[in-house]
């Protein structure tokens, strides 16, 4: 089985292709990193399964791993540009959440990249910071996170119609796989906590994670209301739907008619990626999202029960 990625792609040349004549024609939806096979999920929304873990046993969970070490929290001020805008009760659960997620995921260097307790801590307290308020046990189908140097290179083919298909390299900042493991360039990390109102590629990914726990897709809606009510999970879900199609349909007319907008094109790809790029700027310049899109931005400060603009008051 294929499993489903969800790469992010940076501006660079990517290498030659080569085309593949009177090759069957591949669906988009087959392919594995551009257009999400379940785009159609905000027209045919359905009320996702709640995701089983529960407060308590988050609560549990951390009482078991050792404290955070101090040079490492010292490593979260510098590495996780959005710690210091913290509340202080805010900050000790992210120590909590980053030290739990750091004993429980494996790291892997990539290109001879040697894994360092910077990389470790970096990017734990940044995934963790989607984790807080929500009470649940943090990404529990991840396992390994892969780590490059720097902006990597990966195949990938696009469909150019009458059956033939196109590969070539496609030059990555990061990608998530529905099979547990996500991909990043470190470079691309380290310039995404100097300069987060630009995009957080860390982000990015563990949105996508966020968005499998439902039930294994990648689909622009994450598990909504966790803990309410089904009642409630349906209202919620339905309002979320709405909002969130109006803005994809919004930035995908305003990408065709190329008039760049405050949002990225990169969310005209797919809700999925959609959801991705809105959750970057969600953190990384909350005060303008939330004076351009007020609806959105109400909507992701209710699945991620943190008020970011607030910070910056
Ligand atoms: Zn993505």
Not at 18 to 27: C, D, T
Not at 45 to 74: C, G, H, I, N, Y
Not at 133 to 158: C, D, E
Not at 169 to 178: H, L, M, P, T, V
Request: aromatic share 10%; proline share 8%.
């Amino acid at each position: 089985m294929v499993a489903e990625r969800h790469p992010r792609f940076v501006p660079a040349k990517p290498r030659q292709g080569r085309h593949l004549q009177g090759s069957p024609a591949v669906p988009i939806a087959a392919s594995q990193n551009q257009v999400c096979p379940r785009q159609s999920a905000l027209d045919n929304p359905k009320v996702p399964r709640q995701f089983p873990a529960s407060k308590t046993m988050w609560q549990e969970r951390k009482k078991r791993f050792a404290p955070l070490p101090p040079d490492w929290k010292r490593l979260i001020q510098v590495l996780c540009p959005f710690y210091n805008r913290l509340p202080e009760p805010d900050r000790r659960e992210l120590e909590d959440r980053s030290r739990v997620f750091l004993a429980e995921k494996h790291f892997e260097g990539c290109d001879e990249l040697a894994i360092t307790d910077e990389i470790r801590v970096g990017v734990a307290a940044t995934a963790c910071l989607l984790l807080l308020h929500r009470g649940l046990v943090g990404y529990p189908g991840l396992r390994t996170i892969l780590v490059y140097p720097s902006s990597y290179f990966a195949p990938t083919t696009q469909p150019l119609g009458a059956g033939v298909l196109e590969e070539s390299w496609q030059a990555r900042a990061g990608e998530s796989w529905q099979a547990g493991v996500v991909v990043l360039a470190w470079d691309e990390v380290c310039r995404g906590a100097r300069h987060p109102e630009t995009g957080n590629v860390v982000l990015h990914e563990f949105a996508h994670q966020l968005d499998y726990e439902d039930g294994g897709d990648a689909n622009g809606i994450p598990a909504l209301g966790n803990g309410d009510s089904f009642v409630t999970r349906r209202r919620r879900h339905a309002a979320w739907v709405a909002v969130m199609r109006a803005e994809y349909e919004q930035l995908r007319a305003a990408v065709t008619a190329g008039q760049p907008g405050f949002l990225r094109a990169y969310g005209a790809t797919n809700p999925a990626e959609f959801f991705a790029v809105a959750t970057e700027v969600f953190f990384g310049d909350p005060v303008e999202l939330q004076r351009q899109h007020p609806a959105l931005y109400a909507e992701l400060q209710w699945f991620y029960r943190q008020d970011p603009a607030q910070w910056l008051r």
